[in-house]
């Protein structure tokens, strides 16, 4: 297939652009900065908000994945919060009108899309974790902090800017994505991991806030399963099935590197530590309790369903990275 990937240069689009290259696509990233020289893909340029020659590359394509979207590992200061929502939300809506606009449209759009868009677990501590079907939509939680509902906003209008294009051609998905596991450098593993190593990825704010994650293969798995299925549309959960409460995660993963320390954290040690790492505590705090209801009845077969093997895996392909 020709998969054309708008914001494809970032670590998640790294990982789908490279195994699709990989699997025989004909794969082309749209990215403002298309200077990159890359076997088995091609690197367009845009600008995320207008449309231009690129549109052409969608004409004919038989699939997008957008990914298009500023990085929230970040400050959430009100200048970074009104980016990751324009960003994401413009960039949507110029897919949707390049798709609008062509000949042949694309029989399929992916859209990503979080997680986070869930209200936080803890609302609902006796009921079942979000699915697609029941799960609670957020940003009207009591008790949350006010940038929670902001990040719920952005989902909301991200989802909505794809949900709005006039596609009728075209099936349309939202990835609602957790957490992706890989082992690269810079990821959220990898941060994870520093901790770990350090002793210092004890419970936060007493650990009873859940994780939801994915392995990055079985993300790309995932998505090959949605790009082919044609009876699947709206939102799915890119999640593996094992949510877990932080604490336990983070003890899964010291005992993958073999580091027995983990020291605690109070919501205040949290948030100075967010700060020297220029991010947000919402990453650590909000509980997200998230299941893949609807890849599982489409019959996908997660590679990596538990955090205890998914986390012995990628410290595996860390420390034989880092030994190559």
Sequence with gaps: MKIVVPGGTGQVGGLLRRALAARGHDVVVLSRRPEVLEQGVRHVRWDGRTLGAWAAELDGADAVVNLAGRTVSCRYTDTNLRQMMDSRVDSTRVVGQAIAAATQPPRVWLQMSTATIY???????????????????????????????????????????QLDAATPGTRKVQLRTAMVMTPDRGGIFDHLSWMARLGLGGPVDGGGQHVSWIHGDDFVRAVELLLDRDDVEGPVNLAAPEPLPQRRFMRVLRRAWGQPLGLPATRLTAEVGALVLRTDTELLLKSRRVVPGRLLDAGFAFEHPTWQAAARDLVAKRRASASS
Aim: glycine fraction near 10%; proline fraction near 9%.
């Design 119 to 161: 209200a936080d677990a803890r609302t609902r501590p006796h009921g079942p974790a979000h699915d697609e079907a029941t799960g609670e939509i957020g940003g009207d939680e009591p008790d949350v902090p006010l940038y929670w509902e902001y990040s719920v906003r952005i989902a909301r209008r991200w989802e909505a800017a």
